[in-house]
């Protein structure tokens, strides 16, 4: 916040540090990607990029015995992140540190699994498999959700959406090739279905932004960000036949 006003980013960290989760999303398509992989029980270190809050590092921490590091560029969603590790008493085995999915601090080959919903866009699908390769073992497993095309069909609308938001959408198809010229086998790739959308984000969200609105009533700032929020619901009811959620699993070769 500078000289007393509240920022677009202020705006969007506070609307978002009470939810579970800070896209679409949940608990079910969480443990639907990791029940792709050979021997979860055996996967011993995990970093979970653009963490956010941690509702799916918390459902991952619950299925699988290994440690596990959230990374998020944001320090008051990992400070909302280690005290809910700490509440669901994880907190020996779960850490969230303040850094970034472009710069991470973790040693050669050193972990097993990569997991980022909802994060990979915003530094490139390509840039962030590449980059990330590195710190995987073999045979070590990345499982990444990031908008991408359904149709062949590209509206002009979505397509300007996402590009505004910094984000570039393209084909199932593509991402899966993508993650193949980068050294990785396809898993798995499923679309995750639109409750993930409506009922787990949408919903909840349009609740944190009308408490927000009652906290800084007449804000234009604030109110020119709840439009936008509800243009991309308006955006997602829709348009949701040509693009959505899909989760990618792969395998480092």
Request: glycine share 12%; hydrophobic share 35%; proline share 4%.
């Amino acid at each position: 916040m500078e000289n007393g006003q509240i920022s677009m980013i202020d705006i969007l960290i506070e609307t978002h540090m009470g939810l579970e989760r800070q896209g679409p999303g949940n608990a079910e398509m969480t443990l639907k990607a990791l029940s792709f992989m050979d021997n979860p029980g055996k996967i011993s270190r995990v970093a979970d990029l653009g963490c956010g809050t941690g509702g799916q590092t918390m459902v991952l921490a619950q299925n699988i015995p290994g440690k596990i590091t959230g990374v998020d560029q944001s320090p008051a969603f990992i400070h909302v992140f280690n005290d809910n590790a700490k509440e669901l008493n994880l907190g020996e085995r779960v850490t969230g540190i303040v850094g970034s999915m472009e710069n991470l601090s973790f040693g050669k080959e050193e972990i097993d699994l990569i997991w980022s919903e909802g994060a990979i866009d915003s530094i490139g699908f390509e840039k962030g498999l590449a980059h990330w390769n590195g710190f995987l073992k073999k045979n070590g497993y990345v499982a990444v959700a990031c908008p991408s095309w359904l149709t062949d069909e590209r509206p002009a609308e979505v397509e300007r959406f996402w590009a505004d938001a910094g984000s570039g959408l393209d084909t199932i198809g593509h991402n899966i090739g993508i993650m193949q010229k980068n050294g990785y086998s396809l898993v798995a790739a499923f679309i995750l279905p639109e409750k993930c959308w409506t009922d787990d984000y949408f919903i909840p969200r349009e609740a944190a932004e009308n408490a927000l609105s009652e906290k800084h009533p007449g804000n234009k700032t604030v109110e020119d960000y709840i439009e936008s929020s509800k243009y991309e619901v308006e955006l997602y009811s829709k348009y949701k036949q040509h693009y959505g959620y899909v989760f990618y699993i792969g395998k480092k070769k």
